[in-house]
């Protein structure tokens, strides 16, 4: 029978705005945590990551906040732009170990930014 | 930067055929790929990851006889749907580990598979 899989939460913003995208990760051995964006039809796209020793990262327009103690991870992008209107997953990984490289990607939130 | 093509980006097949995805990474070696299925409205998940030269390593519930993956050299991993089903219509995407940490993989473009 047809398969029923979960629907992405959507997150509507005005052009201009700040977004903020939350996302809870299991693995609290990961070593590293990344946002990706994803537009229709292609590939993630890399955005930013974050060792899992550390608590904050800024890049250009976009802030990564890890909070290991509630395994809670976010992505803040700041002046959002049409452009910006994406998919955007949370993925996590380790550097050692059987599952070395394997990414275990997130729900995904679904952005779309209003002119 | 690392660049690797996924063809083709969209295939539609009849019930019952095979369909082959290739990724081939471009100006590097990929010793590593991961293969994903995704399908609509929802997130990634792994199905396995192929070393060049060995077998692929495949993850729980998938179909290792159903989804034949082949990494013979270095720069063409393939993964070939047998005996394709409407179930398996999803969007398919190689993903090459060309480093460490976060930013250290490079995704296919995606193969939009949908068999009728």
């Known amino acids: 029978g047809e398969s029923v899989g979960l629907h992405l939460p959507t997150l509507s913003v005005q052009e201009g705005d700040n977004s903020i995208i939350n996302c809870a990760y299991s693995n609290s051995a990961s070593d590293y945590f990344i946002w990706y964006k994803q537009e229709s039809g292609k590939g993630p796209q890399f955005i930013i990551d974050i060792r899992s020793n550390m608590d904050k990262r800024q890049g250009q327009r976009v802030t990564v906040l890890l909070n290991k103690t509630v395994k809670h991870l976010s992505l803040q992008i700041a002046a959002t732009q049409p452009g910006d209107s994406a998919v955007y997953f949370c993925?996590?990984?380790?550097?050692?170990?059987?599952?070395?490289?394997?990414?275990?990607f997130g729900q995904g939130t679904i952005l779309t930014v209003h002119p | 930067g690392a660049v690797v093509s996924q063809h083709p980006s969209r295939v539609i097949c009849k019930s019952g055929t095979s369909v082959k995805i290739e990724c081939r990474s471009l100006d590097f070696q990929a010793t590593t790929m991961f293969w994903y299925r995704q399908f609509p409205k929802q997130s990634l998940m792994l199905m396995a990851t192929s070393n060049e030269g060995s077998k692929a390593t495949y993850e729980q519930g998938v179909e290792k006889d159903k989804f034949l993956i082949n990494h013979a050299s270095l720069t063409l991993s393939t993964l070939t749907v047998t005996s394709a089903h409407p179930e398996d219509s999803s969007f398919y995407i190689c993903?090459?580990?060309?480093?460490?940490?976060?930013?250290?993989?490079?995704f296919g473009s995606g193969t939009r598979l949908t068999v009728v």
């Open positions: 993925a996590d990984t380790r550097t050692g170990g059987t599952s070395y490289g394997k990414l275990t």
């Open positions: 993903s090459a580990l060309t480093g460490t940490g976060g930013n250290g993989y490079t």
